[in-house]
């Protein structure tokens, strides 16, 4: 079992700044993907940001030149660094960890944290 364990959500005027941290613990044995995916209300999860275990990193038009991924292989900890934030960047942001076990995929998902962008 693999467990995601997110922190640093809150609420931020528009324009500052915010990072997320993800933890993750337990069997993890063939890493693929780490990152964030958010959700506001009313709308579906979508991708944030994500890094693979190559190191290759995907954003979300939306956050690019204002989010950054990265991460600590030796912690097994990934960051979302969000600066510029605005109030559309308001939701619950979930980290999502996959992996490969003998060719099947495996998708893990933290509590989720809110993020709210308000004035």
């Known amino acids: 079992q693999v467990q995601l364990v997110e922190s640093g959500g809150g609420l931020v005027q528009p324009g500052g700044s915010l990072r997320l941290t993800c933890a993750a613990s337990?069997?993890?044995?063939?890493?693929?993907?780490m990152g964030w995916y958010r959700q506001a209300p009313g709308k579906q999860r979508d991708l944030v940001a994500e890094i693979t275990g190559g190191g290759t990193t995907n954003y979300a038009d939306s956050v690019k030149g204002r989010f950054a991924i990265s991460r600590d292989n030796a912690r097994n900890t990934v960051y979302l660094q969000m600066n510029s934030l605005k109030p559309e960047d308001t939701a619950v942001y979930y980290c999502?960890?996959?992996?490969?076990?003998?060719?099947?995929?495996?998708?893990?998902w933290g509590q989720g944290t809110q993020v709210t962008v308000s004035s």
């Open positions: 999502h960890l996959q992996q490969v076990i003998i060719t099947a995929p495996y998708d893990y």
């Open positions: 337990g069997r993890i044995f063939s890493f693929k993907s």
